[in-house]
């Protein structure tokens, strides 16, 4: 099938590579030039395990091709928005900027093109562009379907390529046959719904996901003062048939990055213009904030004054598997080292170079030893497996003070076992 894939940062990068991989002749479409140009050369516009490869071989093979000019959008028969929709810091989406994008382009699509919306945006947007297109365009009889954008950053192309399971949300029955078509390199399970609850359903998924993960972080902070083992706590729920084990149970870090939050406050805003009440998911952003400052609370407990400490941050990203900074509690909590008059070190495998408002006060270094010379405390931040590899020896010969913060228990294994080190984590009394 001839597809157009539209907006090329992650979501997009990772949905034309994958499409082409799966045998379609992709047109890669982006606004902006200079990603374009990046894309022609096979680099992808953030890390990714084994994009640019993937990227390569679609060029290499001319199932993948790439251009600035919308004009090209004309040539294909679905077109699929994948543009990532910008979050503040206050994880409020910028969804103007896609709806309106999309508006630029329809002109140039052919008559009876399918649109697939996969980009994060609030329940009803289908809808209104649907209404676009017969206000402004009705002769093209342009249809409008939605697939939930499912991928996981440094898991991308396994989620994309190998799905358990597909929600597509169509109106028109007619139009199942072009996407069972589009999908079947990938799953024959699709599971099939009106276009709202398409949408919806991606609504109702991260918030699940996002009450997990609040709920088993509030659990394990009481856990702390009771004296009990939140890890243990955990294994007792995901033995019930009820929960089970794949349940997003697991106590350590807050949510983070933007993604689950973005559909909380969409879920928020539905809420509130229909007059109703959220109380639950209102309530998800309060206690997330609070057990982000997990560590910074951890280190003000031990320390009365935090001026002059020397603390070592392993890990920058917001999660493994990725190079994106954005949203990242790690960062967050330097800032607020920083304003405490704290020195501080960092190491993370994909950050070589940081941008000039944190290089002015994060120190980064070339190695996991240089990151912990010295220093008075270690806070491991994001799950990168190098940092597995650290032994108690090594451990306390590089440090000034073995104490470390391990918010998830990624490295107790080698670290929490060690009388010589002060080990703290969320949900295991100290």
Same mark, same amino acid.
């Given at each position: ?20 991989? &799966?045998?379609?002749?992709?047109? &890669? ?35 993948? +091709? ?17 543009? *990532? ?33 996969s980009s994060q945006l609030p329940v009803g947007t289908a809808r209104r562009l649907q209404q676009e297109c017969v206000a402004l365009l009705s002769d093209k009889n342009i ?14 192309? *396994? ?9 597509? &949300? ?9 996407? #069972?078509?589009?999908? !079947? ?45 939140? @890890? ?9 048939? @009820? ?25 928020? #805003? ?53 190079? +994106? ?13 920083? #304003? #405490?008059? +704290?020195?501080?070190?960092?190491? *993370? ?26 220093? *008075? ?13 650290? +032994? ?12 470390? !913060? ?25």
């Open positions: 099938m001839k597809v157009a894939v539209v907006g090329l940062w992650h979501l997009g990068a990772v949905t034309a590579a994958s499409l082409a991989k &799966g045998g379609h002749d992709v047109i &890669g479409f982006d606004p902006v030039p200079e990603t374009i140009a990046h894309l022609k050369t096979g680099r992808a516009p953030i890390f990714e395990p084994g994009l640019e490869n993937l990227l390569a071989e679609g060029l290499a093979s001319g199932k993948l +091709t790439y251009t600035a000019d919308a004009h090209a959008l004309a040539a294909a028969e679905i077109v699929w928005i994948t543009f *990532d929709t910008p979050v503040d810091h206050n994880d409020i989406a910028d969804v103007e900027f896609v709806v309106n994008e999309v508006i630029a382009i329809l002109p140039k699509l052919s008559a009876n093109t399918l649109v697939i919306i249809s409008f379907a939605c697939i939930p954008e499912n991928l996981r950053l440094g898991k991308a192309l *396994d989620v994309f390529m190998k799905p358990d399971r597909i929600v597509v &949300g169509v109106d028109d029955d007619k139009l199942k046959t072009k996407i #069972q078509q589009l999908l !079947l390199p990938f799953s024959e399970n699709i599971i099939w719904m009106s276009v709202v609850a398409a949408e919806m359903t991606k609504h109702a998924l991260n918030a699940f996901l996002a009450v997990s993960v609040t709920f088993i972080n509030e659990i394990a902070s009481l856990c702390e003062t009771v004296g009990a083992d939140a @890890r243990e706590v955990e294994r007792g729920l995901k033995s019930e048939e @009820r929960i089970g084990p794949k349940a997003y149970l697991r106590p350590g870090g807050a949510i983070a990055g933007g993604t689950l939050m973005r559909d909380i406050n969409y879920l928020k #805003q539905v809420g509130k213009n229909a007059g109703q009440e959220t109380l639950l998911i209102s309530a998800i952003a309060e206690s997330n904030s609070y057990h982000t400052e997990w560590s910074r609370r951890k280190l003000t407990t031990l320390w009365s004054n935090l001026k002059g400490k020397k603390v070592a941050m392993l890990g920058l990203t917001y999660k493994a598997g990725t190079d +994106t900074l954005r949203r990242s509690t790690a960062i967050e909590t330097c800032e607020w080292l920083h #304003q #405490q008059g +704290t020195q501080i070190n960092a190491y *993370d495998p994909t950050i070589s170079k940081l941008p000039q408002k944190l290089a002015g006060f994060i120190n980064i270094k070339a190695s996991i030893a240089e990151a912990l010379q010295a220093v *008075d405390a270690v806070v491991i931040s994001t799950e990168w497996p190098q940092f597995r590899e650290l +032994t108690a020896e090594e451990f306390v010969f590089n440090v000034k003070h073995p104490l470390v !913060l391990d918010p998830s228990g990624f490295v107790s294994k080698n670290l929490a076992v060690d009388p010589r080190i002060q080990y703290f984590s969320v949900g295991v009394p100290a």
